[in-house]
């Protein structure tokens, strides 16, 4: 098949038009034109109210070499070879790999080892999704936190409560993020995420997708094991031998998934103990911050377009003091949430449904920070950065897991909010008005407030006086990297893989889906080696 890319047709066009569009970029008839598949479509938005949409399709044609030499269009060439190949199988005896944490990185390690049949056992902290999500509405409704059953810990990790987001940066020539998307979708993802630019799932649809993998895991022969938690790692002369559960009970194994995801702070701490090669990375800090919807549909699409779904943005300043802003995580028509795992502590994150038909528009607005100039203590020093941060957002909403919330007028001109205005904030289980400035360092502050003015230049109406900033965002990424080598082993303990975004190697569900299947692969060809 031939891929053709950035092919432009207006919103509405019909099935005929793409045909004719294909025929015209090939520069044949269109009863030349054989099957063709939709892989991509985006938008193009720059010229309101001229809205495109922008294809890739994969077109079978007759004589493909010969309609390459004639085109010579950069546009126009072989499609890849996308389809997933499994790299080894399980040999007739071997010690079954354990998978700590069942997010989305545990999961997909999880599903290549059982369809390659090495019956993982998954080891997870928390509950399954479905009691999981009991405990979350629990904090979002009657202010009761449960350290281990929450936003962050529990089956399907902290991408459960997001916008399911399935789209990424990573540089990925194998095309394994089409493997993740095709289970997703056998799973009971929406067959569209294989098409749409910038695809997303939403949580309940989650919810449901994260069980019926389950379910193909241990019809496979896997098996999990929930609210187990792994508190000790059996090492010996550098060669991890298995982990002791908080129950006492060991397990032995020499491959072991460490996926435990960023909030995994007492694991670092383990690690740290045993001298696990580890280091400091920077992540970011920052608010999140609500819009009507409205405005943002009005400013990217001139309105609302249902055909377009609601709109987007993405937006980065580098303000004079030498920090960089950038908006995180936007969830369009979504709710912004407590994600606190910890006791005495409030952090936000933002969610959002398949339908993102809220009333408000969230995103992080967040600040890069780096170990050598802002957490220069040692490798846990971010970590320890973090909870200070949450503490003082703690006490600034009140004690209660009320979070603290500031207009954005009133935080660009550096006075408390005393009330809220048009926006209702929708993070549960409430915000209390006032200055945010005690819940972030000085640094970060002053390059919000010069970010959120540069951003309502970008977009009209994004410095509005009643906008609402929610604090405190601290968990964009790991405040760690647990370091590995090209085998994809810790640096200095075989056997053991660290993998996911808690390890410092993904940023979000596809990237760290695809960074498990390149963990199970790994395990599965040291496993074969050694027959």
């Known amino acids: 098949m031939l891929r053709l890319t950035e092919l432009k047709l207006p919103l509405g066009h019909s099935e005929a038009a793409l045909t ?53 269009d950069p546009h126009v060439k072989l499609a890849p070879d996308t389809e997933y190949k499994f790299v080894a199988t399980a040999p007739e005896k071997f010690v079954r790999p ?77 095309h394994l993020g089409r493997k993740v998307m095709t289970e997703f979708v056998k799973a009971g993802a929406p067959a569209e995420i294989l098409t749409e630019a910038h695809p997303h799932i939403g949580t309940f649809r989650l919810v449901t997708m994260v069980e019926a993998m389950r379910a193909t895991i241990e019809g496979l022969g896997g098996e999990y094991r929930f609210q187990s938690k792994v508190t000790d790692l059996l090492i010996q002369d550098g060669q991890i031998k298995g982990v002791t559960l908080e129950s006492g009970e060991e397990i032995a194994s020499d491959h072991v998934v460490l996926a435990v995801g960023h909030s995994a702070r007492d694991v670092f701490e383990m690690l740290h103990s045993h001298g696990v090669a580890m280091e400091a990375k920077p992540f970011s800090i920052g608010f999140r911050i609500e819009h009507p919807q409205s405005l943002i ?29 950038y908006s ?13 795992s910890e006791p005495g502590r409030v952090v936000t994150n933002g969610m959002s449904q398949y339908s993102r038909n809220e009333r408000n528009a969230n995103a992080g607005i ?27 957002a703690f006490a600034a909403g009140g004690g209660t897991y009320a979070a603290p919330a500031q207009l954005v007028g009133d935080f660009i ?25 005690t819940c972030l360092p000085d640094y970060a502050i002053a390059a919000i407030r010069e970010a959120l003015v540069a951003f309502g230049r970008e977009i009209k109406g994004f410095d509005m006086e009643d906008a609402v900033l929610t604090g405190v ?42 960074d498990g299947i390149k963990v199970a692969e790994a395990i599965a060809l040291d496993i074969a080696a050694r027959r």
Not at 20 to 42: D, M, N, S, Y
Not at 103 to 131: D, S, T
Not at 489 to 514: D, K
């Open 20 to 72: 004719a569009a294909i025929a015209k970029k090939l520069r044949i008839p269109p009863g030349q034109v054989g099957g063709f598949t939709v892989v991509r479509r985006g938008q193009d938005a720059r010229k309101k109210p001229a809205i495109l949409f922008v294809y890739t399709i994969d077109v079978e044609v007759a004589d493909e070499a010969a309609l390459l030499a004639r085109l010579k």
């Open 98 to 174: 354990l998978v700590i944490g069942a997010g989305p990185c545990g999961l997909f390690a999880a599903l290549v080892l059982a369809q390659m049949g090495f019956r993982p056992i998954i080891l997870e902290r928390g509950k399954e999704v479905r009691a999981r999500t009991k405990d979350t509405w629990a904090l979002w409704r009657k202010n009761i936190l449960t350290p281990e059953s929450n936003v962050q810990f529990g089956e399907g990790g902290a991408g459960t409560f997001s916008d399911g987001k399935l789209y990424s940066q990573i540089k990925d020539p194998r």
């Open 297 to 325: 549909d009005k400013a990217k699409f001139g309105g609302s377009r249902q055909e377009l779904g609601a709109a987007e943005y993405r937006l980065v300043h580098h303000a004079s003091n030498g920090r960089s802003v």
């Open 328 to 340: 995180f995580c936007m969830c369009p028509g979504g709710t912004v949430v407590a994600a606190a």
């Open 366 to 392: 967040v600040v890069g920070i780096t170990p050598k100039e802002d957490y220069p203590g040692g490798v846990l020093a971010g970590m320890q950065l973090q909870r200070h941060w949450e503490e003082r």
């Open 413 to 437: 001109k550096g006075r408390a909010s005393t009330a809220l205005g048009s926006v209702t904030p929708s993070y549960k289980p409430g915000v209390t008005p006032t200055d945010l400035s």
């Open 473 to 514: 965002e601290t968990r964009t990424s790991s405040p760690v990297r647990i370091t590995r080598g090209e085998n994809f082993q810790s640096s200095n303990v075989r056997g053991l893989y660290p993998a996911g975004e808690g390890a410092g190697f993904a940023g979000g569900i596809l990237s760290a889906g695809v």
